[in-house]
């Protein structure tokens, strides 16, 4: 499988578990369409958006699109982070990004984040909106990824859905709506529980880890009472369980 390496941005998790990594918390989540729409408004704002990666532009950037909701506005990304990460797929993959909008003027970026850039290859991108990002991370359905969890373990991810079952405040499911026999995605380790009630659609950084009771014990301070530890040990051993970093309601309604 052919990828390109981006830079994602990593740091400590809800405690102290070795894989535990995290996009920083976004201070502003919107739409590909707003950035687009309202770039004079949000240069300089940090920004979260949701999109396929569509394609390559140079060495360090890509195009993202979020076609299925909004008509498939276009945006350029470029990797200022300096860490890689896999993008295979391109035009399959779903990828969250986060960092500042501004209008790309190349001299002023190459200056800016120490990067070098092809002038022919961004001459079309000229003083349009770019975001500047400082995270880019895999964003599966929760059905993708408990249909192909292999795919996304020990890795950061960041993940939309609906809230549907909350079994404790740092315990409950992602719904799985699509047609092909998903199964919903526990949740567990959230940090702010302010935005987890039923039917919200939240969206939520975090890594993907096997259930296996005894390493989550080791790594994590759990607080569950009887009946919610006794639930997840019955329905869950060996199934992926997505260790939550940061949550917050999504973009979209």
Do not use: H
């Amino acid at each position: 499988m052919i990828g390109l390496l981006f830079a994602i941005t990593m740091a400590s998790a809800c405690t102290t578990g070795p894989e535990s990594t995290t996009t920083p918390a976004e201070s502003s989540n919107v739409t590909s369409e707003e950035v687009v729409e309202e770039t004079e408004n949000l240069v300089g704002e940090s920004v979260s958006i949701r999109g396929e990666a569509q394609e390559i532009v140079g060495d360090a950037s890509f195009l993202i699109s979020d076609g299925q909701f909004f008509g498939g506005e276009e945006i350029l990304v470029i990797n200022a982070s300096g860490q890689p990460l896999a993008l295979p797929e391109i035009g399959e993959s779903q990828v969250q990004v986060t960092g500042s909008v501004q209008q790309f003027i190349l001299a002023e970026v190459e200056s800016a984040y120490d990067l070098t850039l092809d002038p022919e290859v961004y001459a079309d991108y000229e003083e349009q909106p770019a975001v500047i990002a400082q995270s880019i991370a895999l964003a599966p359905d929760p059905g993708d990824i408990t249909a192909n969890p292999e795919r996304y373990y020990n890795q950061v991810i960041a993940v939309e859905g609906e809230i549907e079952d909350v079994l404790a405040p740092d315990v409950f499911t992602l719904d799985e709506d699509e047609l092909f026999g998903g199964e919903d995605l526990l949740v567990i380790g959230t940090k702010d529980t302010a935005a987890v009630q039923n039917e919200a659609v939240v969206v939520i950084t975090g890594v993907l880890r096997p259930y296996i009771e005894a390493e989550f014990e080791r790594d994590y301070d759990l607080t569950w009472d009887l009946s919610v530890k006794e639930k997840i040990e019955g329905e869950y051993t060996e199934k992926p369980v997505f260790v939550a970093d940061d949550i917050y309601p999504s973009a979209v309604e």
